[in-house]
T-cell receptor, first 115, second 111 residues
């Protein structure tokens, strides 16, 4: 069975601080995909990144960066110099290649960035 | 492209009533999904479809039904609404092996 654990339920930081959101996953599949989605207070789900299990290169996109480590089954997300607009719930998700390709979600981490 | 659209945005139902949540995508995606989001619980898969005419149950299918007669549409049917079905419902779609994009959600309150 697949499982995604986001141990941090809520995080509160002050603007300009760096913050890392943790994600640990479980799967028996050799080929899988990992995702991060952002859910701002308005409620929609915004896609941030998708990572293939064969690609362990870290990725940086502006103030966002992702650290994928298969050895520890982790896919952590770091926001550098956080801003108030980063306040949202962030979900980590996992899907297998083939079959339904359904997404299995973690419970989410609520990030609050205070001015 | 409009992407994934969902109607209605918000609905209040009385216990025992039925309704259909509509989901339409204009990206020619084969894969479509229905998730529900309960507070603090992440999203759970209700039903999914890998193509027109093909549907299957997800993690929490009880109390729901779906159909997929066209590639574009994937309606979710609630036959006898119960308070436990109060939730936010998200529809998603994708092509095979590609990113899943979500609709804006339908907020349902069953009283």
């Amino acid at each position: 069975a697949q499982k995604v654990t986001q141990a941090q339920t809520e995080i509160s930081v002050v603007e300009k601080e760096d913050v890392t959101l943790d994600c640990v996953y479980e799967t028996r599949d050799t080929t899988y995909y990992l995702f991060w989605y952002k859910q701002p207070p308005s409620g929609e789900l915004v896609f941030l990144i998708r990572r293939n299990s064969f690609d362990e290169q870290n990725e940086i996109s502006g103030r966002y960066s992702w650290n994928f480590q298969k050895s520890t089954s982790s896919f952590n997300f770091t926001i550098t110099a956080s801003q108030v607009v980063d306040s949202a719930v962030y979900f980590c998700a996992l899907s297998s290649q083939g079959g339904s390709e359904k997404l299995v979600f973690g419970k989410g981490t609520k990030l609050t960035v205070n001015p | 492209n409009a992407g994934v659209t969902q109607t209605p945005k918000f609905r209040i139902l009385k216990i025992g009533q039925s309704m259909t949540l509509q989901c339409t995508q204009d990206m020619n995606h084969n894969y479509m999904y229905w998730y529900r989001q309960d507070p603090g619980m992440g999203l759970k898969l209700i039903y999914y479809s890998v193509g027109a005419g093909i549907t299957d149950k997800g993690e929490v299918p009880n109390g729901y039904n779906v159909s997929r007669s066209t590639t574009e549409d994937f309606p979710l049917r609630l036959e006898l609404a119960a308070p436990s079905q109060t939730s936010v419902y998200f529809c998603a779609s994708s092509k095979q092996l590609e990113t899943k994009y979500f609709g804006p959600g339908t907020r349902l309150l069953v009283l």
